[in-house]
């Protein structure tokens, strides 16, 4: 029924290659590596195969370029991503912490990825795609909401079918406008990718109801599919009919851990939309986010069938 969609932020990541606290003294820095979460996940439902398509604005300039071959090479349909010529690519310049936390210096919403708008190759691909994936950080932007909700009004319309990864950013918790944005998005969703907190976040219970109270709630507003990540925990995917299908994680050393939770929905939407098993979506999900994180770099880890295969053959995997 169409291409996977996935709508936001492109982004040129630049990583320093020192741990430590920002960037208040020169630090040796590699890069540009293509990210932002949306081009994430949807690089890797590209690579796993089955039609992917991403909506959304780079800059005329290399770090843009580097964005856009990137995802061409993944076989990912880039007709709806526009060349601004007047801002640059965003950017995101990172820099982690000795205990894993990180500091960062953005350029999202001054960039081009920030004058996203509705054009005639972004109606196209609209018109033509079969699932739309929503990242919850989007939902304060006023354009990208609003793209969003016109795309989502187009797929449901023709059939299709739509996924949210709840990660609703902690300072748009307490907002009222992105509150309801975010309701409406979980009314319309069939598939929720919840990690941490976020199940409860969805359900609108408190931590404390349970797992299966939030469920319940869920599945009662109209969700098909929960799959859970559990970080080195795996995953566990909940059905309606009362199933819970637990995948366990891969044991890796983890060198870079942006972007597993957007590698494991690209490889998990892109696998159930090809008609794969839970279990077996699970298992390349949880592949997708373990491979991710040993590769330096938001989305170089992000695997063909091919290397998912590899990597589960030659990988244990926890408990
Ligand atoms: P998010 O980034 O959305 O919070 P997680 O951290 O749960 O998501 O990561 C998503 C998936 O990636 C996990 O379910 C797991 O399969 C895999 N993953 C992430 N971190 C690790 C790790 N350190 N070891 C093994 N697998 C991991």
């Known amino acids: 029924l169409g291409p996977t969609l996935c709508i936001g932020e492109i982004l ?13 003294e020169p630090v040796p820095m590699i890069g540009p590596y293509p990210s932002g979460a949306p081009a994430i996940f949807i690089d890797q439902a590209g690579r796993i195969g089955g039609a992917a398509a991403m909506v959304g604005a780079v800059g005329d300039d290399d770090f843009g370029r580097v964005n ?3 995802l061409k090479r993944d076989g990912v349909d880039v007709s ?6 007047t ?15 990180r500091d960062f210096v953005f350029n999202m919403w001054t960039s081009a990825a920030g004058a996203l708008a509705w054009t005639d190759a972004v109606d196209a691909v609209c018109t ?4 739309l994936h929503v990242m919850g950080t989007l939902l304060g932007h006023q354009t990208i909401w609003e793209m969003t909700e016109r795309a989502a009004t187009m797929i449901k319309a023709r059939g299709g079918t739509i996924s949210l990864d709840p990660n609703l950013r902690k300072e748009l918790r307490g907002d009222p406008q992105t509150g309801s944005r975010f309701a409406q998005m979980v009314g319309m969703a069939d598939l929720l990718l919840p990690s941490g907190d976020e199940l409860y976040l969805a359900a609108d219970l408190p931590p404390e109801a349970g797992e299966e109270a939030a469920l319940a709630r869920l599945f009662d507003l109209g969700v098909k599919e929960v799959a859970i990540k559990r970080g080195a925990d795996g995953a566990t995917c909940a059905l309606p009919d009362g199933s819970r299908i637990h995948g366990a994680a891969f044991a890796v050393t983890e060198l870079d851990p942006t972007g597993a939770g957007d590698c494991f929905g690209g490889a998990y939407v892109a696998c159930r939309r090809l008609g794969m098993p839970v279990q077996q979506a699970l298992t390349y999900a949880n592949a997708a ?10 989305m170089e880890g992000a695997g063909t069938r ?5 990597f589960i053959s030659n990988t244990k995997r926890l408990a």
Not at 80 to 85: A, E, L, R, W
Not at 128 to 131: E, F, I, K, P, T
Not at 289 to 298: I, W
Request: net charge positive; no cysteine; hydrophobic share 35%.
């Open 289 to 298: 986010g373990a491979r991710n994180v040993t590769f330096r770099g938001p």
């Open 12 to 24: 040129a990541e630049i990583v320093a290659t020192t741990t430590g606290n920002g960037f208040l």
């Open 128 to 131: 033509r795609a079969g699932h």
């Open 306 to 310: 091919t290397e998912l295969n590899d």
């Open 87 to 101: 801002l640059p690519t965003g950017t995101a310049f990172v820099r982690y912490r000795p205990d894993g936390a």
């Open 68 to 70: 856009i071959a990137r």
């Open 80 to 85: 709806g991503i526009h060349t601004d010529p």
